[in-house]
């Protein structure tokens, strides 16, 4: 386990103390205690509202007694919801969650013909310090436990019951750890929350992605668990000059690293790896940069999403001209890779790739955060020290 997980059972604990009984902190097997001495077929009951077929309020549960009903009423959820934005005609969802612990959760739903994706969160705000990423400019406020992990897509999922968006699937059908955080610098809970996700919600293994930005020690022991989920991998440079400049963590696990530790992910798991590339103008988007990512790519049989940046208050990168994204792509496609842009959604609403949590740069408190290996915060204590 890594350094930083041993912290965690502390604050679960002590968590589980403050607000006892908050329903999806509780974990799924363990809801007799909720129930209490009721029948037995009560735990099935609650853990099917909870998981299956999420309600906004307990008092939705019809088939449970009243008064249980009343005395979950008020800890269904371990947070409450601050802010829902809608853009994109209906088809985008952005909410603000808040804990009691006063840490915020963001969460982005989005509606397409055939799928109904949800990004999450894994920490409130992230210890990475990527140069160009809003939560990264935030700093580091704590690891999420597994179950408000995973209420965010039960949350998501009772939404939806209610007001379905139009044209896309009534539940969520794919779910991607793209919002605040580094899903593998918080490993235990990200772990649990994805077997939550498997065993009790009912979903695939392969609609969900764990995204990273190069967490080797996390990607090399995500390889050895029983369910082969998506793995993106944000690169953003080719090279080691560039990306030390971007990702700090690449001073600690190195480009070559990260491409060993994608490469024995797909070879274990038999799942492609996708990259993640931010294009920013004058930065990573030359031709030197495209001619190196199609080279790993090809090494690792894996498709490249480009994304172009999203403009953040705390970082002068600018997205490249449509041109300059257009040839970049072609570069790619043209030296037989698998290559994509992605589409941007909730971006009047800062709810697109890397823009959750900052409103304004006033915003910014003094969380620690990672400038390079031994700043603030360790690595070990941000999560992603070897074992
Ligand atoms: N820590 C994980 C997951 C969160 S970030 C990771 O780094 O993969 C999810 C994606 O959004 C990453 O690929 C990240 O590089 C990208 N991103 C961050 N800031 C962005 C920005 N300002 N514009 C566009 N994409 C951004």
């Known amino acids: 386990m890594p350094t930083g997980s041993a912290k965690l ?9 403050t607000i006892a009984g908050v329903t999806y902190l509780v974990p799924p097997e363990e809801l007799d205690s909720v129930v209490g001495d009721g029948p037995r077929y009560r735990v099935d009951q609650l853990r099917d509202w909870l998981y299956r077929t999420p309600v906004l309020t307990a008092d939705e549960m019809t088939n449970l007694p ?14 409450d919801v601050e802010v829902e934005q809608t853009a994109d005609r209906g088809s985008t969802i952005k909410w603000l969650f808040r804990t009691p612990s006063g840490a915020s959760i963001e969460a982005v739903l989005m509606g397409y013909e055939k799928r109904t994706t949800l990004c999450i969160s894994s920490q409130a705000g992230c210890a990475m310090a990527c140069t160009f990423c809003a939560t990264g400019q935030f700093g580091f406020e704590r690891h999420l436990d597994a179950g408000e992990i995973v209420a965010q897509v039960a949350y998501a999922n009772a939404h939806l ?4 968006m139009p044209r896309s699937p009534d539940h969520v059908t794919n779910v991607v750890f793209m919002g605040m955080g580094e899903p593998l610098a918080n490993y235990p809970h990200v772990r649990e929350s994805i077997r939550r996700m498997i065993e009790t919600m009912g979903m695939s293994a392969r609609s969900l992605t764990v995204s990273t930005v190069g967490a080797v020690p996390g990607m090399r022991k995500l390889a050895e668990e029983p369910w082969n989920v998506n793995l993106a991998v944000s690169l953003h440079a080719a090279d080691d000059d560039l990306r030390s400049k971007l990702v700090p963590l690449n001073k600690r696990y ?6 060993d530790a994608a490469d024995n992910y797909f070879r274990t798991t038999g799942r492609r790896v996708s990259i993640e590339w931010t294009l920013m103008a004058g930065t990573n988007d030359s031709p030197d940069q495209a001619r190196k990512l199609a080279a790993i790519a090809r090494e690792l049989h894996a498709h490249v999403n ?12 600018r997205p490249p001209e449509p041109a300059r994204t257009r040839a970049f792509l072609s570069q790619l496609r043209d030296a037989g890779v698998n290559a994509t842009v992605r589409d941007t959604r909730g971006r009047e609403i800062d709810a697109a790739c890397g823009q959750l949590r900052v409103r304004d740069a006033a915003d910014v408190p003094d969380y620690p955060k990672i400038t390079e290996a031994g700043g603030i915060l360790t690595l070990d204590e941000a999560g992603v020290g070897d074992d």
């Open 161 to 164: 019951r209610k007001a379905p």
């Open 306 to 317: 480009l994304i172009a940046m999203n403009v953040t208050p705390l970082s002068d990168e």
């Open 254 to 259: 190195p480009l070559r690293d990260v491409v």
């Open 9 to 17: 059972v502390d604050w679960s604990t002590e968590q589980r103390r």
């Open 66 to 79: 009243l008064g249980f009903r009343t005395t979950i009423a008020d800890t269904l959820w371990p947070f």
